[in-house]
């Protein structure tokens, strides 16, 4: 079930305060909206595998699916939790997880090292060095935005980091370092679903070159690099396989991970947050459905769809 994977990957301490809803029902919205950002992102990988298969019903299947997880998912439970707020908080919060990202990604390249895994060394350092230059010049766009006076001027993109040669092989098979590259998946494809809102902000208050910044850092072409980490994770198979995985996930979050968040906020009196889960566990039940019926024209039966 591997749009499963990130569920329980929450830090109480990441949850921003409100007064409207319980703190576990705030945690579950957290781990919501990272679910539905590491499903969208698989989801534009596996799309992209079924092209290059020559299979394009299951390509625009699984891309309208990967926009419903992007825009509908994310986007309605990031408001719950007031993920975004004006454009220098937005940058704040930018730039404390980038801080914290790097020091992440440097301590899973010495583990990587130690573990004899080569391959996920180069991964986790050229991620460090990224989200370090990332974090630089979101600290510059900071001071242009908060001290306009400092003559500081928000820079046009996000330096781009040298080109390295594709990542080819086999997958990993030291656990530790199988385990920090699941992470560092979930890290990065939550890390651009809030660029995207970002972007919307910075536009919707007329900062067009602020939005240009936020929009490098979730440009489509991190997609071919987030497939490349998620094969040497050992995520990426053929469509079928892929399609099967998928089912699994969605299956798991519609009648096991959204139905208990309904009923935990339902106890606690977070009745719309209730509401809100119980939709969306039909939802992905719905579209487990969907996909399960794309698969058997393929020829395929998925376990996970019986």
Avoid at 72 to 93: H, P, S, Y
Avoid at 291 to 296: C, E, I, M, P, R
Wanted: hydrophobic share 40%.
């Amino acid at each position: 079930m591997l749009i499963a994977v990130p569920v329980r990957t929450v830090n109480m301490a990441d949850v921003r305060s409100r007064d409207d809803v319980h703190a576990q029902t705030r945690a579950n919205l957290w781990e919501s909206a990272r679910s539905a950002a590491f499903a969208h992102a698989m989801y534009r990988v596996y799309a992209a595998r079924a092209a290059q298969e020559r299979l394009p019903h299951v390509r625009d299947l699984l891309n309208q699916v990967a926009g419903t997880e992007s825009h509908e998912r994310f986007t309605g439970q990031a408001k719950l939790i007031g993920l975004v707020g004006d454009n220098a908080a937005n940058l704040r919060d930018a730039i404390t997880r980038d801080s914290y990202l790097a020091s992440l990604y440097r301590r899973f390249a010495a583990e990587a090292e130690h573990d004899g895994e080569t391959k996920a060394v180069r991964v986790f350092t050229d991620q460090s060095r990224t989200v370090a230059a990332r974090h630089d010049t979101l600290t510059q766009a900071l001071t242009a935005i908060v001290h306009p006076a400092s003559g500081m001027a928000i820079p046009a993109a996000v330096p781009v980091p040298p080109h390295r040669p594709r990542i080819r092989g086999h997958a990993v098979s030291a656990a530790r370092t199988l385990g920090n590259l699941v992470t560092a998946l979930v890290q990065e494809a939550f890390a651009d679903a809030r660029y995207t809102l970002y972007v919307r902000r910075a536009r919707q208050t007329g900062e067009p070159r602020l939005a240009m910044l936020f929009g490098s850092m979730a440009g489509a072409g991190r997609t071919e690099q987030f497939a490349e980490q998620a094969q040497l994770a050992g995520l990426i198979h053929d469509t079928r396989a892929n399609a099967c995985e998928a089912i699994g996930g969605e299956i798991y979050n519609g009648r096991q991970m959204y139905p208990g968040f309904a009923r935990q906020a339902a106890r606690v009196g977070d009745h719309a947050v209730a509401a809100l889960f119980t939709s969306t566990a039909r939802d992905e039940v719905k579209q487990a459905q969907t996909l399960t019926s794309a698969v058997s024209r393929l020829g395929t039966r998925c376990p996970a769809s019986g």
